[in-house]
């Protein structure tokens, strides 16, 4: 059995259906790329996993080691080891990173006596200037520094699975590298990783084992990181008959390069 | 002698009453007694005489308070400056009114702290009608703390003025916990070129608690400055009113003046209201306000519970950093501490009750 295990889920926000049966499964170790345009329900998928207050789900099963996640309130489901990396972290005022930690791993039933030794180790590891750690959260932090924040809280949290919302968006090029490195040796651990992405250029820094296509709601494609060569030479029409599935996009672009379908 | 059952009470009705709970007052309730206060005097400044140097009556509740015999007197002399805090508890007897003034005469480039403490000798109705007049001579300092602490079944009508001469420096602030309803009307004049004033609040209502303040920033010199941070919160059937005015004259050019009050609504019973104001007669100023009433944000709620962390204590953990931007902001004194453990234990209450 994978330990994380999405079956034919549905759901969406609002009252608008989205997501229409995604199945994916995810082991140990794992890494999957999951990419496809604005409108695919990429972050839609992010969110309902996590229970993202107004977001529901209307089918379909997710179990983490065999636990029914769909059944957990958003902390608890944290706590049993299914932990999102945020596209657009929230600013917290007032929050210090130490005081959630500490309430995080208690809730683990981990030792929180270290924390600020950790997170020391942590922030130099990703190059995380350790002045941030006195801030509050997110808090006058720049993009690349709240995704520094996110993987560093990610490191600190270690949980089976990591579900990466866009985490390259508002990254330069080195924070990049230093976040999907780390990323990378926590995966070496054992971590499963999903990265949700709208871009190839992740894909360059965290080598996934399996990528998959997001078109409307549904995985439209899987396969090995050779997957990622066949979008870059043939572009979405492969997979889509020409329509990639966003709301606005032109379907005149078949012979696009990854880049201009991705940038729609 | 007080005559509280003739006293010509205002009604709902006037705009500067508007919200408040005065129609619910009923002063022949009580009987006239001086608080009991406990000075604590490190520097010898202090003296307290049955007199009255009460001066403006800004309403029937200051004319009252200018009526009583129960002052203290803060004289600190020019040039000096005051290391330890002047700390003044008043002790308020159930079903007494109590009308304690507080004068603080700040002299030429003296510095000094002031905290005043209002605490229930017993629980029970009670009225409370304390005056601050504060007057501060050129390059005086001077960082003053209200607390109201007082029981729940408590009224309070307060005053607070302080007159700022050239080149001072002010912190006028305040803490709201007690009361059934507290009222505090609170005004910093500028009166002389170069001044600067501050003005924090801090206050949680709960139960069927109601925190009403108006607050006036009066800039009457050029080259003033003065900053307002208020911040709340209500739970339960808790309500609370913020009203604020800056207010500046044609002569005080070259000012900055910004006023921000926020608001958290912790249940869905709880109400608040935040009217800013602004009156401005020159130009060549700088002003600012800004207000939010509303619950504890849902993203800030959502990430610290994506961390593990159960909604009680993300909750517990947003109120608190809330009112850490007050905390930080107010005189560094130990009863601070004792005031950031009672917002703790008020939050903890309210999560009990969620969960019973």
Redesign the interface.
Known sequence: MSMLSISDLRGGVADTDILHGINLNVDAGEVHAIMGPNGAGKSTLSAVL?G??GYYVSGGTVTLDGADILAM????R??AGL??V?QY???????SIQ???I??LQ??GRDDDDVDALLATEAERIGFAPAFLAR??NVDMSGGEKKRNETL?LAV?QPKVAILDELDSGLDIDALRDCARRVEDLSNEGMGVVAITHYSRLLEELRPDHIHILVKGRIVASGGPELADVLERDGYAAFTGGDAGDEDASSDDASSSLDDLFRM | MLDLKSLPLPTADEEIWRYSRIDLLQPERFTPSPARTDIVDPHGVCSTTATSSASASPDVFAALNAESMNEVRIDVPAGATLEAPIIITHHIDAGTAALPRTIVEMGRDAEATVVEQFVSAASGVALCVPVLSAHLDDAARLRYLAVNDLDTEAWQIGHQLAEQGRDTSLLLSTVTLGGYYTRARTEARALGSGSQSRQVALYFAAGDQMHDFRVIQSHEAPHTSSDLLFKGAVQDHARSVYTGLISIDENARQTSAHQTNRNLTLSEGAWAESVPNLDIRTNDVSCSHASTVGPI????R??????????E??ER??V??????VIDRLPRVDIVDAVRRRVVERLNIASEEVRS
């Open positions: 996590m993202r207050p309130p958003t902390w608890q944290a706590a932990h999102l945020m972290p929230s600013e917290v005022p007032g929050v005081s959630v930690l309430e995080a809730r683990r509050s959260l809280q949290l | 944000d849902a993203e800030q959502f990430y610290l519970e994506s961390r593990g962390v159960p909604p204590v993300a953990l947003v608190l950093g809330f009112f850490d931007e």
